[in-house]
């Protein structure tokens, strides 16, 4: 006998013949999933036939027809020009995604550099620093955003002198002043031929980059190292410099000028915008400088004690081991904060600021009604925002993943 | 031939020493150069903040006044905290008439007592302490702060808790003292300790019958004061939003987390949409979605009211967060417990109620109490439409005439609560993690 347990001697256990129809897997998936299904739908329909019937009963409609109607106001900031009475609720939607977007750019900025530093200064070996940070850090996260941005914003109220009395932040010079309304600056005037100058740059910024992979290239091969930075410095300030002067300086600047009542010319921020931008920065880096903090005590120990030992100094440790092997674990995080921020700049309607939800689900929603199509469309810009943002994220992730095998 | 020193080489100087006051200082705070320069420029700055708010707060703060004219006739550069002690009621209790008050903090005193059993060592069934104060208790307290007629599925729920509250004080205590619980307590005092189980089951069924239909006819003749949602204001009102959020939020994003990780594609699907969905958006959106469109979605003669809708948004969002939390803590149970779980012939809610879910919350609770501290940060945006909540309170402080434009003090008096109940909240999950912590260290 060549197998050892043949068909005789083993117990064959039969599989039951009753197919118990209500124990069955199968049948119970399909039919707790039809069931979900038929619940979710009729909701769905529920509300939708509620909905129909209310506006029905109203006399409203449902369309995007209003977005071509005159808006009867005009938003307090904006990027594009507007004029109240001629342009349209799309050009106010518009502008309300700009300042969205350019709010909550700046701030992304600002909060990256100062989450990382109050990151790194959570783990220094000064014991002062690190618990100046944590105060930091508890303070910016425990108290809620609102708060802290209804908070900047009055303070800035009552520190900021009045409009007469504007801070010149040119020490005299009359360019860029701040008072209780905002900032004030200058604002370039671009002429006719500036796009050599920025041609010019461009070039420059593609041989600083060649430039930049020769020595590479060098260091690889032959382990000598090239000077970099002040070659690369020179190439990108000289060259398009020299186009600049040789074009004959088409640049001007518009200035600020108070007239009357107010600042006319220049480019101006308003208050809101300000108080915004700090609470935004502050609150969003307590929670990116954790984030920081957590990823590079997250890399091993062994990697620093090891670079040390082959003698390179604290700080190229620090940037060219512990923080490379870091950015896998911060970078995720990071961005879902970047989505945290675009996300919390809709608060800017608490103290005027004109993004998108005071500029268009407040106020145009109060003027032109269509609730469901105003709501839709500003949480639309958010959901597309936010999947762009971790699709980028997801690519990332990808590419980390590659790296590491 | 031997080379011997005749002298003894001088010793080296000691290592820097830590446990001395001021070695600590010299190796934390002055260790190289650059760092005694940070140190001294940190130090400082500390000082002149420190004094400069100190002075404005405390020094030079006014606490007596009748109007912030009169706080800058003694102080121009001092705080005004006099608007604060005069709005002290409404910042707690918003417009809730006075004579009143005593039902929000008897609710406040019922939900301390309930949950205090949940301390204390020994007592015995803390799972459904936590349940019941989740489940019971906010039919009482909803009819204590508002009040009015009560339904009979109320008036039923009512006298539950009632009874449920009395019976978890006697068994906390029996628990505490006696390290036993009510119901063995109360077979003993019967004498019926060698009934069968389903004889002892059925006294205390009985029992328990017989409490509720007393507490039921008892709470017919009591009848409270009918007080409006509109009344309700101040940290109350921020209160009864979180709470409600908190107490929906996890058994929602427990089971939103389970749908997401359904092997059943339909139930998966549209967790995912749902989750995405209110994770994408900012809650102002959902806020203002609620309460311009939830109108529109009821059917005819049903009219929600604002603080309804607000409710249903907070929760709706805080569930798909807590969501997210919850999977992550799910997925990071190892394989092997579910399968453990099937072969000792769980099926799919008992190994999720009993292996999974006790472990994945338990990895996650820093997180959870994470989630539920942004909860009770983001009830500050009910203010902007419309409720009056902590934040919008202080805000009509500064509208108020006597105190007009008083705005610091006010924000700064309410980022001190919500900095006090957040922080106490992050450090008490920490603690929480450790002691549940079953890993070895």
């Known amino acids: ?405 | 031939m031997a080379y011997v020193s005749t002298k003894s080489t001088p010793s080296r100087k000691p290592p820097l020493n830590e446990s001395t006051p001021l070695g600590w200082v010299k190796v934390n705070m002055f260790s190289t150069l650059f760092s005694s320069v940070l140190s001294i420029f940190v130090l400082i700055a500390i000082f002149f903040t420190l004094k400069s708010l100190l002075t404005w707060g405390i020094f030079d703060g006014v606490w007596i006044a009748d109007s912030r004219r009169e706080c800058f006739s003694i102080s121009i550069d001092g705080a005004c905290w006099a608007g604060i002690i005069a709005w002290f009621d409404s910042i707690f209790y918003g417009l809730y008439p006075r004579d009143e008050i005593w039902r929000i903090n008897l609710g406040g005193i019922l939900l301390v007592i309930w949950m205090v059993p949940l301390w204390l060592p020994r007592v015995q069934g803390k799972v459904f302490i936590g349940f019941s104060a989740v489940a019971l208790y906010p039919f009482l307290a909803g009819y204590l702060f508002s009040g009015g007629d009560k339904g009979i599925f109320v008036q039923v729920m009512i006298s539950g808790a009632i009874v449920c509250i009395a019976a978890l004080t006697i068994n906390a205590a029996i628990g505490y003292f006696k390290n036993d619980n009510l119901a063995n307590f109360i077979i003993q005092r019967l004498g019926k300790n060698d009934a069968t189980e389903k004889q002892q089951r059925n006294i205390l069924l009985g029992i328990l019958a017989a409490c509720v239909v007393a507490v039921f006819i008892w709470q017919l003749s009591w009848i409270e004061k009918s007080i409006s949602w509109t009344r309700w204001g101040g940290l109350f009102l921020t209160f009864v939003i979180a709470g409600v959020g908190i107490a929906s939020a996890l058994p929602g994003g427990i089971l939103l987390a389970l749908g997401r990780r359904s092997k059943l594609k339909a139930v998966s699907i549209l967790s995912i949409g749902f989750i995405e969905i209110f994770r994408s958006v900012p809650l102002i959106t959902v806020l203002f979605m609620a309460t311009t469109m939830f109108p529109l979605f009821m059917p005819e003669g049903i009219v929600l009211n604002k603080l309804v809708q607000v409710i249903i948004a907070v929760c709706l969002f805080n569930a798909c967060y807590m969501a997210e939390t919850v999977r992550a803590g799910l997925q990071a149970i190892p394989k092997g417990q579910f399968e453990g779980a099937h072969t000792i012939g769980l099926g799919y809610w008992g190994t999720m109620g009993l292996i999974i879910m006790p472990q994945a919350l338990k990895h996650m609770i820093p997180n959870i109490v994470g989630t539920f501290i942004g909860l009770l940060k983001d009830t500050t945006l009910v203010s902007i439409i419309g409720l009056f909540d902590l934040l919008n309170i202080l805000r009509t402080i500064s509208r108020d005439k006597p105190w007009l434009g008083l705005h610091q003090e006010t924000l700064v008096f309410g980022a001190l609560i919500f900095f006090i109940l957040c922080f106490a909240m992050s450090k008490y999950s920490r603690h929480l993690e450790e002691k549940l912590s079953t890993s070895h260290k």
């Open chain 1, 1 to 405: 006998m060549a197998t050892g347990v043949s068909g005789s001697e083993a117990v064959r256990v039969k599989p039951q013949e009753k197919f118990n129809f209500f124990q069955d897997e199968r049948v119970r998936s399909v039919f707790f999933q039809i069931l979900t299904v038929a619940i979710v739908g009729w909701l769905a329909w529920f509300l939708a036939s509620n909905t129909a019937q209310n506006l029905d009963k109203r006399g409203l409609s449902f369309g995007f027809e209003f977005l071509d109607l005159v808006a009867p106001f005009d938003p307090d900031f904006k990027l594009i020009s507007f004029t109240a009475g001629v342009d349209t609720y799309w050009r106010i939607f518009i502008i309300g995604i700009l300042n969205t977007l350019y709010i909550s750019f700046l701030a992304i900025i600002g909060m990256s550099f100062l989450g990382f530093s109050l990151g790194i200064m959570r783990l220094s070996n000064n014991w002062l620093i690190s618990k100046v940070a944590l105060a930091y850090v508890e303070i910016a996260r425990n108290v809620p955003l609102l708060i802290q941005i209804i908070f900047w914003y009055s303070v800035i109220y009552a520190v900021l002198p009045r409009l007469k009395q504007s801070l010149d932040l040119s020490f005299g010079a009359e360019l860029a002043f701040l008072n209780i309304r905002g900032l004030y600056v200058p604002w370039p005037v671009l002429g006719d031929l500036l796009w050599m100058t920025f041609l010019a740059l461009a070039i420059a910024a593609i041989a600083t980059y060649l430039f930049r992979r020769w020595v590479q290239k060098r260091q690889d091969l032959t382990g000598k190292s090239f000077p970099l930075l002040l070659p690369s410095a020179a190439i990108l300030i000289i060259f398009p410099g020299l186009v600049f002067l040789l074009t004959g300086s088409p640049l001007s600047w518009d200035i600020p000028e108070l007239k009357g009542f107010n600042f006319v010319g220049g480019a101006s921020l308003p208050r809101a915008f300000i108080a915004l931008l700090i609470a935004l920065i502050f609150y969003h880096s307590a929670y990116l400088a954790e984030a920081v903090r957590a990823g590079i005590l997250s890399v091993n120990k062994g990697q620093g004690e090891a670079a040390m030992a082959i003698g390179l100094r604290p700080n190229k440790v620090f940037s060219l081991v512990t923080i490379p092997q870091a950015m896998p674990a911060i970078v995720p995080p990071m961005i879902s904060l970047w989505m945290n921020v675009v996300k919390n700049s809709s608060l800017a309607t608490a103290i005027g600021y004109a993004d998108l939800v005071a500029v268009y689900m407040q106020t145009s929603l109060n003027t032109a009604g269509h609730a469901i199509e105003i709501v839709g469309m500003t949480m639309g810009f958010y959901m597309i925002t936010s999947l762009t943002i971790s699709g980028l994220l997801n690519i990332y992730n990808k590419r980390v993943q590659l790296v590491e095998r």
